[in-house]
């Protein structure tokens, strides 16, 4: 079975700094994706970013990029220049045929 | 708006009652999925259809919860009886068939069901 796990349950912020959010994974699947979603206050979830197992690169959209360590079953999500509409929840999530997620960290950006 | 919606949107019933939700997949997507997510909590699975055949329930999906996609397209999600244990957030996500497990996966904006 997959597993996500996601240790910072909140994590406070100044504006403007960079923003690491922790994840590991467990998978016995040899070809597996990683995906990462914002969920702000009115609950839609919104899909930040995708790391494919095979992928020799780490993702990278706009401000998102995806700290992608296969040997330590990680995928960090890194914010570069946190704004004030970054305050939500995360999730990072791995995928069968059912995306399981993480239990989530809450990011408050600090003005 | 071609995304996934949901309707409605919020819901609050009594104790007993029967709701129903309804979920419109993104039109090319022919796998719709079912989650459920209390607050402080991620999504948990609930079930998913692969066009109208339903290809997995989790055991969540307890014998008063039913969910149907009769021609493929939109879905439904009833809850019979409800409990005070059903408040939680009920999302309905979409995706194109699966390849290598690698397509994303994209979601409604949820329905908020409040049982009293």
């Known amino acids: 079975a997959q597993k996500i796990t996601q240790t910072q349950p909140g994590m406070f912020v100044q504006e403007k700094e960079a923003v690491t959010l922790d994840c590991t994974y467990d998978?016995?699947?040899?070809?597996?994706?990683l995906f990462w979603y914002k969920q702000p206050s009115s609950g839609e979830m919104i899909f930040l970013i995708y790391?494919?197992?095979?992928?020799?690169q780490n993702a990278t959209e706009g401000r998102y990029s995806l700290n992608f360590q296969k040997a330590r079953k990680s995928a960090n999500l890194v914010i570069s220049a946190s704004q004030l509409g970054d305050s939500a929840m995360y999730f990072c999530?791995?995928?069968?045929?059912?995306?399981?997620f993480g239990k989530g960290t809450r990011l408050h950006i600090l003005p | 708006d071609t995304g996934v919606s949901q309707d409605p949107r919020h819901k609050i019933t009594k104790r007993g009652q029967n709701v129903t939700f309804r979920c419109d997949p993104i039109?090319?997507?022919?796998?719709l999925y079912w989650y459920r997510q209390t607050l402080g909590q991620g999504p948990e699975f609930l079930t998913y259809?692969?066009?109208?055949?339903?290809?997995?329930k989790s055991r969540l999906l307890s014998d008063r919860f039913s969910a149907e996609r009769p021609k493929g397209s939109f879905s439904t999600l009833e809850i019979q009886r409800t409990e005070q244990g059903d408040s939680a957030m009920y999302l309905c996500?979409?995706?194109?068939?699966?390849?290598?497990?690698?397509?994303?996966?994209?979601f409604g904006e949820g329905s908020w069901l409040t049982v009293v």
């Open positions: 259809f692969q066009n109208e055949a339903q290809l997995e």
């Open positions: 996500a979409s995706s194109e068939p699966s390849g290598q497990g690698l397509d994303t996966i994209y």
């Open positions: 999530a791995t995928r069968d045929d059912k995306i399981i």
């Open positions: 790391q494919g197992s095979y992928d020799q």
């Open positions: 998978t016995s699947d040899p070809s597996y994706g």
């Open positions: 039109s090319e997507h022919n796998r």
